[in-house]
């Protein structure tokens, strides 16, 4: 089983910033994951947000993130991050990483259902 640990979600004004990282706990194989973004909001269905190839060659984002998040991995430190900038009143959500041994571009993974490990997840709350 591989543990994926959130960190770096909290309260932040509008137009604020947060650094979101998830570590792994396979760390001899993390170059073969797909890693990816995720929220939910209550009421909502979980969304995709951003993902990113194993080898860190692709990413690939949801339109309401484009220009404000990046998606970005360690495969020395095992870890991947979500900065977030300008944040708006919509991104607060309960943010979750999630992982899938594979090796397409990260365009191909933009589906929970494909993503077989996922984080406890970590509550972004952006005030208007």
């Known amino acids: 089983q591989v543990h994926l640990v959130e960190s770096g979600g909290g309260l932040v004004q509008a137009g604020g910033s947060l650094r979101l990282s998830c570590a792994t706990s396979?760390?001899?194989?993390?170059?073969?994951?797909?890693m990816a973004w995720f929220r939910q909001a209550p009421g909502k269905e979980r969304e995709f947000v951003a993902s990113i190839a194993g080898s860190g060659s692709s990413t690939e984002y949801t339109d309401s993130v484009k220009g404000r998040f990046t998606i970005s991995r360690d495969n020395v430190r095992y870890r991947v991050s979500l900065q977030m900038n300008n944040l708006k009143p919509e991104d607060t959500a309960v943010y979750y990483c999630?992982?899938?041994?594979?090796?397409?571009?990260?365009?191909?993974?933009?589906?929970?259902?494909?993503?077989?490990?996922w984080g406890q997840g970590t509550q972004v709350t952006v005030s208007s």
């Open positions: 396979d760390e001899r194989r993390f170059s073969m994951y797909a």
């Open positions: 999630a992982a899938t041994l594979g090796f397409y571009a990260a365009s191909h993974y933009t589906r929970a259902h494909q993503y077989e490990h």
